[in-house]
């Protein structure tokens, strides 16, 4: 017998795939709740070695997960429709994000530590005629529905937002106006120059649709 560490001659993707249809169904294949309470335990407190979050890291280096598609987005607000948390999941999420070291960790965060941090831009101030009577002009013109969720104001509960799509506070025109839920007038602060043009072809879709 020749000496050596044996290496197993990696499984090509048919393989793979075998084995999976093969493992449907089975007790082996869908984990039981003692097996996963066993493994909540024996990974309770391990933490990744260095070296594991260093190939992680690598491996992920270059690799930006986009925004939802409008399709996608649509799936997730019907099946999001009605769900509302629970008053103890409300409060827990509450508890955890007031203890001292989220505080602490929030912190670190903000500013120019903020991965969304653009200069300070955020400090400027509207123009003028970006006023009540515009904001309900755009709404009216969007139907009163987010243009990137489909969210609408009923479900809303209150009026939409009105977002200025090139991120200029001062470019006040209509052109540069769309309507969007709190949600996703929060999220459409990272990847600004994707949501600019995924909001201007939008608005040009709505001027074909009305020539």
């Known amino acids: 017998m020749s000496s050596g560490v044996y290496k197993r001659k990696p ?3 048919e393989h793979c795939r075998n084995i999976s249809r093969a493992k449907i169904g089975k007790s082996s ?7 996963r309470q066993k493994t909540r335990v024996a990974l309770t407190g391990k933490k990744q070695s260095s070296e594991s979050n260093e190939k992680r890291r690598i491996a992920s280096t270059g690799k930006k997960l986009g925004p939802a598609s409008p399709e996608r987005c649509e799936k997730i607000r019907i099946a999001q429709t009605g769900k509302k948390q629970s008053p103890e999941t409300i409060e827990k999420r509450r508890a955890a994000a007031t ?3 989220a505080l602490e960790k929030s912190r670190s965060y903000r500013g120019d530590k903020s991965s969304g941090w653009k200069g300070g831009i955020s400090d400027n ?5 970006f006023n009540d009577t515009r904001k309900q002009r755009i709404r009216e013109r969007d139907g009163h529905v987010c243009q990137r969720c489909s969210r609408t104001r009923e479900e809303e509960g209150q009026e939409l937002n009105v977002h200025h799509i090139d991120y200029d506070k001062q470019n006040y025109n209509d052109n540069n106006l769309i309507t969007l839920c709190r949600r996703c007038n929060t999220k459409v602060n990272a990847n600004r120059d994707y949501h600019q043009q995924f909001f201007q072809q939008i608005l040009e879709l709505q001027s074909a ?3």
């Open 11 to 13: 499984r090509s993707e």
């Open 29 to 35: 294949y869908i984990r039981t709740e003692e097996t």
């Open 125 to 129: 101030p509207y123009s003028p005629e």
């Open 99 to 101: 203890t001292p070291e």
């Open 209 to 211: 649709i009305l020539v």
